[in-house]
T-cell receptor
């Protein structure tokens, strides 16, 4: 597996609380992505980053924000978690220079009660 | 943006038979088509990919074919084995440079 880790791997939280998920890579890849995976929906892009401090929205970005202050770290924040954000969250990395291959992290299972 | 559809949603095959999963895409500008395999509780793993300038690619028991005219691409698994049982996702990189994923196919290999 590519050098990608996610933390925490599991989290249970309550509605209205802030949550931050971390993705860390050791591959020095330029692009980093956050996806959520839900039954019947496959993988949907939340946000992505194409460099330090450079981010853009995906198809399901409402209620999420991201930050990338270092090449190796990409943070996903739920400012005020809702039950609809219960999901498995995957981080992915890619070189983004035409090769397009994305490699996924191990995932974080988030439950919002 | 790009829209990717996968059929069938569930596929059961006898061990040793072949399995074929087909995906269709909407964006004629799409130029990269990866396939991922995801076992229960694990991360999606890239198993094969193809670019729009190639019609077919093989890697041992798996192959992918691309028909740009019809805008569909297919995953072929030959001599299926129990360890091939998993969910398979296709994806396409559209003109917006983002990967759009299909909803996934559950493949069950019956021993």
């Amino acid at each position: 597996d590519a050098g990608i880790t996610q933390s925490p791997r599991h989290k249970v939280t309550e509605t209205g609380t802030p949550v931050t998920l971390r993705c860390h890579q050791t591959e020095n890849h330029r692009y980093m992505y956050w996806y959520r995976q839900d039954p019947g929906h496959g993988l949907r892009l939340i946000h992505y980053s194409y460099g330090v401090k450079d981010t853009d929205k995906g198809e399901v970005s409402d209620g999420y924000s991201v930050s990338r202050s270092k090449t190796e770290d990409f943070l996903l924040t739920l400012e005020s978690a809702t039950s609809s954000q219960t999901s498995v969250y995957f981080c992915a990395i890619g070189q983004g220079d035409g090769t397009d291959t994305q490699y996924f992290g191990p995932g974080t299972r988030l439950t919002v009660l | 943006g790009e829209n990717v559809e996968q059929h069938p949603s569930t596929l059961s095959v006898q061990e040793g038979d072949s399995a074929v999963i087909k995906c269709t895409y909407s964006d004629s500008a799409s130029n990269y088509f990866p396939w991922y395999k995801q076992e229960l509780g694990k991360r999606p793993q890239l198993i094969i990919d193809i670019r729009s300038n190639v019609g077919e690619k093989k890697d041992q028991r798996i192959a992918v074919t691309l028909n740009k005219t019809a805008k569909h691409f297919s995953l072929h698994i030959t001599e299926t084995q129990p360890e091939d049982s998993a969910v398979y996702f296709c994806a396409a990189r559209g003109g917006n440079n983002r990967l759009a994923f299909g909803k996934g196919n559950q493949v069950v290999v019956i021993p």
